[in-house]
């Protein structure tokens, strides 16, 4: 992100108001642009030198080129270590990333080769996203990787398994709804574990604790900017562990939150479509309808999911440890990176 790049004088978060839901899900669509992935090297590396510009004070104000600077820049480098996201686990990337394999998970018919299989690409995914994605002030090993990715990877398949098992068996269930409810199995499977998943990838960072610092006041900028300073170079206040319990929670309650349209959205419109004259005689259109309705739900679900919380969230000092107790800074906050 534009914060990870030097200079004294930051930019403005957002066109939008972060202090708002509409405004971040402005926000979130803008830097989840599937637009941004055309961007090259060369494209990426001008972006970095108009913000870099701005933040040195050789550009006086924002515009709209400089708009878009900092738009490919949010959303290709990572916020704590100022490097490229690679390009399949972007948030840009997300919508298109999931796509083949939402689709997989939801065709109908699946036996358990194909639920297993699927399952395991869907959890694959997952971990290479929330790894990619995930606080870097706490880095997770190798070994627990590995141990989370397995624990989430049979978490889903036992869900979906069991619940393909469970559903035939219900007696006082009218047909027409046992369909239904054997097309949601992937949404329960994927929900569940898919929340597990952030858990597991990032649990290190609640045994451990994230980075918290405190909020800049006007007056503490302005002081920065005197002394030559950026934002980014104000020191942390320590690692609260309180906060990274918090910077976990939203994010696995924001992946339901994406998930739940994509996996229940269109597997009910498709068994609806599925009974009209014109797919029962063009079977073959099944998957390119399934593909579309998936892609148009994504598209509209990811913003209003990354939305639900900012990504860079202001706590009171005293809602954390003890020790981070009147250390806060602006009204006594604490502001930390939340995580995709």
Known sequence: MS?????????????????????????????????????????????????????????????????NAKKIVDSTLHPDTGEPVLLPFRMSCFVLSNLIVTAG????????????????????????INNANANKSTPLSVSKITQ?????????????????????RLKRVAPATKIILSRLVPFAAVASAGALNVF?????????????????????KAK???????????????????????????????????????????????????????????PRLTLPVNLGLILTTSLFALPLALAAFPQRQNVDAASLEKEFWGMGGENGKVVFNRGI
Request: with cysteine; hydrophobic share 40%.
């Open 3 to 67: 914060a990870s790049i030097p200079g004294n004088r930051e930019l403005p978060a957002s066109q939008y108001d972060l202090s708002t839901y509409w405004g971040r899900v402005m926000h979130s669509a803008n830097i989840s642009d599937p637009r941004t992935l055309l961007v090259n090297k060369a494209g990426l590396e001008h972006a970095k030198g108009l913000v870099a510009g701005y933040k040195q004070g050789k550009i006086g104000e924002m515009n709209a080129e400089l708009w």
């Open 105 to 128: 998970m939801l065709t109908p018919g699946l036996g358990t080769t194909g639920t297993l299989l699927w399952q395991i690409t869907n959890q694959s995914l997952n971990v290479a």
């Open 148 to 168: 989370s990715y397995f624990l989430a990877v049979g978490a889903s398949c036992s869900v979906a398994l069991g619940l393909n098992a469970l559903v035939p």
């Open 200 to 220: 597991l990838m990032r649990g290190e960072e609640i045994r451990q604790g994230i980075d918290v610092y405190p909020v800049l006041s006007e007056s503490d």
């Open 224 to 282: 920065l900017a005197e002394e030559g300073k950026s934002e980014s170079s104000v020191q942390s206040l320590g690692k609260s562990k309180k906060a990274a319990t918090l910077a976990v929670s939203e994010t696995a309650l924001s992946r339901v939150l994406n998930s739940s349209p994509i996996m229940v959205i269109p597997p009910l419109i498709l068994v609806r479509l599925q009974k009209q004259d014109w797919l029962k005689k063009n």
